[in-house]
């Protein structure tokens, strides 16, 4: 059974400088930079993400700590939290990739894409990447947006038009 700690949010929203943080606000009036204990950055991570009601996008240096950093996210903010993976491949090998880490990083990308159109949890998502995984080149939004189509139980289709369509996308 999974545990809420969203109740804990409620402690960290009294203190002042948080307020000032979140807000957007510093005493010096120019960056807002604020110095945390590592045990604590998935919290304060979690909270503002929480607060803001916005999609956010954490980067971590190396691949490692990005992994790290979303297994503790998801203890405080659950399915809202996704993982975009770096490509198990170099870019010049020849080789067929993982189609595993493929799949992520389009249910990745599908999140992104569908956040503002009901997207499947219905909140805003937080994305936990690593530098590589953010060097690899990717097609452009529209694009990907007019690649998607969604299949749920239910609807109805012609199957001849969903070929049509699969094939368009580039399917065999």
């Known amino acids: ?9 409620q402690l960290i929203e009294e203190m002042p400088a948080y307020h000032r943080f979140a807000a957007g606000r510093s005493e010096s009036g120019s960056e807002n930079r604020v110095v945390v204990l590592d045990a604590a950055k998935p919290f304060l991570i979690a909270a503002l993400h929480h607060r803001w009601h916005l999609p956010v996008l954490v980067i971590t240096a190396q691949p490692e700590n990005s992994k790290k950093l979303y ?3 998801l203890v405080w ?4 939290v996704k993982l975009f993976p770096e490509p198990d491949l170099l870019p010049y090998e020849r080789i067929t990739s993982d189609t595993t880490t493929d799949l992520e990083r389009v249910q990745v990308f599908s999140t992104l894409a569908g956040c503002h159109q009901n997207g499947s949890s219905g909140e805003a998502p937080l994305i936990v990447a690593s530098a590589p995984a953010l060097m690899t080149k990717t097609g452009s939004y529209a694009d990907f947006t007019s690649a998607c189509h969604t299949v749920k139980v239910g609807t109805e289709i012609e199957p001849f038009h969903l070929l049509s369509q699969l094939e368009a996308m580039g399917y065999r």
């Open 77 to 80: 903010s659950g399915s809202a």
């Open 71 to 73: 297994e503790q996210l």
């Open 1 to 9: 059974m999974p545990v809420n700690l969203t109740q804990l949010f």
